[in-house]
């Protein structure tokens, strides 16, 4: 027909691309496609179709899905053809394939104008966010004219689950804002924010949030509480909860043991487990992480190895990646680096890099460069651009006092174009965050915090601590070494944290990298010593006769938030106070913290009153108020977390 110069049009090609010869013959629908192309022919439907029901039968899923694209207009028969193809076994890209047919259902919805449907529009918000698309998952719920709860528990959920947690509880603020009432499924989807954020006082709100709901009964709400809790490190809050729980889950079981493997003590976490074999049967693959992590935290070999091989043999998991990781951590921090790097290449997993850092970082604390350069070698063949590894390996060779290999690790980072990311710790102090990055002088209260830092180092090495200067990694003497530890970002914040809260305050620091051990006698508390030398504490004498001035209220306020704002009307509430203590004949005034919102708004500078046994019968107008009707038992729940 060609050879004959026979004008070929649109209805020729679908005909020959549909003969037994086309499909066993790719030349042929190679060349058929070429002279579409050359012939400038657009792809209708039925040429379209043709050709991508050729390519799919040769298993050659690019080229169908070239087709798909060049296409102007697509009818069913095209997304079944490019739907099948791609979950052909051949080609293998199943959740392409998956994708493209939710694509296509959010199309038809958008077509025939269901999209802004509260139910359809929650169903594809948890649908893009099951598919990690959480950016479209947000744009069809802005689109939403009215979202319900529904549709706010998803776009929440999504965000959570993505790991946009900052994301997540924004979306609960403006939720709240819309009078929209949570359920609990909102708040077993917003508590993992709090969890991974390690924001321990939005935990407590959205807990006493719940309490004055009364889901504090709902399962999977009490295991999300739980799991807070622990991950912010507040233990006996969260054993607290757990005990309240009346049917357990293993969300409920595993949150808490591996609340205990984290934090300690891990004795608590293998009774908890052998008590969750005995009351629920059978533990899943998560349950045996948490068991693995506390055995590898105490450093109980015989005891993993017996969960590990129990695991398998007895409840037929297959050990992860987890599993592994776990059991080699073990073995690495026991000082068995030979064993561990054993087991780390006998794995029937390939194993990542985070597994071989495991070994890496134990090989540091051992001081076994040799063994670390083997296994730098692998990381930074699995991750070639990963800073840390560098960084690591880089300290171990400072450490062993081989600067010249040190430096030119670093030579060949710099020439790589990678750059260290500076440690930067923060913390929490009346709902503002404060961060800090070693030797950063631009905090206002830097000279005050140093100041802090230096009487504190004072008393502690009194108290016996000796500072672990091996882990200055910089060829200075040592006295430059013992400035240096000083400046660290962790120890700015926790100076910040004891100048700025009342003492007695459980300081909260948050790192972006591993906080550094420096003391060879162990951790020392700097709370303890706080406690322990009373000129941590900040004294005001009164004198009775002439009463409270605004010099000794300015120094009650200095003490109790020397960052507050507002610091006249902060002034002018303890002076009142000191009045009211005065006049209600008590025994105690204990002045709480002074309050502020995020605007530097003062709310409160408030206190409690504590009176003897007899208080009753001189303070009757006081005693008087009290309303027993408006003391609610959750209320009081609720106060006292």
Same mark, same amino acid.
Request: hydrophobic share 45%.
């Given at each position: ?39 400038? %022919? ?28 060049? #296409? ?40 025939? /104008? ?12 948890? /649908? ?42 924004? %979306? ?75 049917? %357990?889950? #293993? ?18 976490? $293998? ?65 068995? +680096? ?21 070994? $890496? ?25 990963? #800073?840390?590894?560098?960084? %690591? ?15 030119? $690790? ?7 174009? /990678? ?36 009487? +504190? ?72 010593? &706080? ?31 020397? #960052? ?24 105690? +005034? ?33 005693? &008087? ?17």
């Amino acid at each position: 027909m060609r050879a004959s110069g026979v004008h070929t049009d649109h209805n020729v090609f679908p005909s020959v691309l549909k003969s037994r010869a086309a499909p066993r013959d790719p030349n042929l629908i190679s060349s058929i496609h070429g002279t579409i192309v050359v012939l400038g %022919l657009v792809l209708n439907l039925y040429t379209g179709n043709a050709l991508m029901n050729a390519y799919s039968k040769l298993a050659d899923i690019l080229l169908v899905k070239k087709v798909f694209d060049e #296409m102007p207009k697509r009818d069913l028969v095209s997304w079944n053809t490019i739907i099948a193809g791609k979950g052909n076994a051949k080609s293998g890209i199943y959740e392409e394939a998956l994708e493209m047919v939710r694509m296509e259902i959010h199309g038809f919805a958008v077509r025939h /104008m269901f999209d802004t449907d509260v139910f359809v529009g929650s169903s594809l918000i948890d /649908m893009y966010a099951n598919c990690t698309k959480v950016e479209y998952s947000h744009r069809v719920f802005e689109l939403l004219p009215e979202p319900n709860a529904i549709s706010w528990n998803s776009a929440i959920a999504g965000s959570v689950q993505n790991g946009l947690f900052d994301e997540g509880l924004r %979306l609960f603020r403006r939720m709240l804002l819309a009078k929209i009432k949570p359920m609990p499924v909102t708040f077993s989807s917003i508590m993992p924010a709090c969890a991974h954020l390690t924001t321990l006082h939005l935990g407590k709100q959205l807990h006493g949030y719940v309490i004055r709901g009364g889901f504090d009964d709902n399962v999977f709400v009490a295991s999300a509480i739980v799991d807070m809790y622990a991950k912010c490190g507040n233990i006996g809050t969260a054993r607290y909860i757990f005990d309240g729980i009346k049917v %357990l889950d #293993m969300v409920s079981w595993t949150a808490m043991i591996m609340g205990y493997a984290l934090h300690g003590p891990a004795e608590e976490a $293998l009774s908890l487990f052998q008590r969750m074999e005995k009351e629920n049967g059978k533990p899943n693959y998560v349950a045996f992480v948490a068991v693995l992590t506390a055995c590898s935290h105490s450093g109980l070999i015989d005891e993993a190895w017996r969960y590990f091989h129990s695991m398998t043999r007895d409840y037929g998991i297959v050990p992860c990646l987890e599993h592994y990781a776990a059991v080699a951590d073990l073995l690495a921090r026991a000082g068995k +680096l030979e064993e561990a790097y054993g087991f780390i290449s006998n794995m029937h997993i390939r194993p990542t890099a985070s597994v071989w850092s495991t070994l $890496l970082g134990a090989c540091r604390v051992h001081k076994n460069a040799e063994l670390a350069k083997k296994v730098a070698e692998k990381i930074f063949a699995l991750e070639p651009k990963n #800073m840390g590894y560098h960084i %690591l390996m880089s300290n171990i060779y400072s450490a062993a006092g081989r600067w010249r290999e040190a430096a030119n $690790l670093r030579i060949m980072m710099k020439d790589k174009g /990678m750059r260290k990311q500076p440690a930067c710790s923060w913390i929490e102090v009346k709902s503002k965050v404060h961060a800090f990055v070693a030797h950063d002088k631009s905090h206002p209260y830097y000279d005050k915090i140093m100041e802090t830092l230096e009487v +504190l180092l004072e008393q502690m090495e009194r108290a016996g601590y000796v500072p672990n200067t091996e882990d200055v990694l910089h060829d200075v003497e040592e006295e430059q070494k013992r400035d240096l530890l000083c400046g660290h970002s962790e120890r700015l914040a926790i100076a910040f944290g004891i100048i700025s809260t009342p003492p007695g305050t459980t300081i909260r620091v948050t790192k972006n990298l591993r906080i550094i051990i420096a003391c060879k006698k162990g951790g020392t508390s700097i709370e303890d010593l &706080a406690e322990k030398f009373p000129d941590m504490i900040i004294k005001v004498p009164i004198d009775v006769f002439k009463g409270i001035t605004d010099e000794d209220a300015a120094k009650v306020v200095d003490g109790l938030a020397p #960052m507050v704002a507002d610091k006249n009307t902060s002034i002018e509430q303890v002076k009142k106070l000191y009045k009211l203590f005065c006049e209600c004949d008590c025994t105690l +005034l204990e002045i709480n913290s002074i309050a502020e919102t995020a605007d530097n708004l003062l709310v409160a500078a408030d206190a409690k009153l504590n009176f003897d046994d007899n208080a009753a019968f001189r303070q009757k107008e006081i005693f &008087a108020l009290r309303d027993p009707s408006q003391e609610d038992p959750r209320e009081v729940r609720c106060c006292a977390i």
